[in-house]
């Protein structure tokens, strides 16, 4: 891949990842005992970057997401609550990942996410809060992190062995790794 295939594609998953961001945030959430609670469907993406990408153009992905999502519509407690969770999810999706396929599918790195991203806004909260007690949230938010977890690998997982250019770049970074 060139340095401008690879360009482009960076850019390509960024701006799924801020539109589908955006479409989330324009839907209403169905999960009424945990209200603020959301599926994380730009997940999706930071799965299929983590799979065919390497640790630093996967953390460029990741920026921009975070970045332009938050321009386009957030404000700067949404930028606060989405780094804290992205770096603490994305930092323990890598390290899941490294595990290897054998120990640790596509799913249960998902999953990892998931909950490490609840974890790194409740973490963000009780600072903002001045108060612990904000965690007493988390074992609900953590049984919806699994379940949203599980359901966006599992659509990550499908898109990476069918969509032909993703399985060929996944190929592509395994050759390479």
């Known amino acids: 891949m060139t340095k401008n295939q690879l360009n482009a594609y960076i850019a390509l998953l ?23 609670a959301k599926l ?14 390497s640790t630093k153009d996967t953390l ?8 332009l999502a938050t321009l386009l519509g ?8 989405s780094s804290a969770g992205i770096v603490l ?9 490294k595990l290897g396929p054998d120990r640790v599918s596509l799913i249960g790195v998902s999953a990892t996410g998931a ?4 974890i790194g806004q409740l973490i963000v909260a009780s600072w903002i809060a001045q108060t612990w007690t904000v965690l007493l949230y988390l074992p609900m938010l953590s049984f919806v992190g699994i379940l949203a977890g599980i359901a966006i690998g599992v659509m990550a ?11 060929n770049y996944r190929a592509l970074r395994e050759l390479n790794e």
């Open 14 to 36: 960024a701006a799924q990842a801020v539109v589908i961001s955006l479409f989330e945030n324009a839907i209403p959430f169905p999960f009424a005992a945990a209200p603020g």
């Open 157 to 167: 997982n499908y898109l990476l062995n069918h969509v032909e250019k993703l399985h």
């Open 89 to 97: 999810s994305f930092i323990g999706m890598w390290l899941v990942k």
């Open 115 to 118: 909950i490490l991203h609840n």
């Open 40 to 53: 994380g469907l730009a997940n999706i993406i930071t799965c299929m970057a983590l799979y065919t990408l």
């Open 74 to 81: 957030g404000t700067i407690s949404t930028f606060m609550y």
């Open 60 to 67: 460029k992905v990741l920026t921009i997401r975070l970045i």
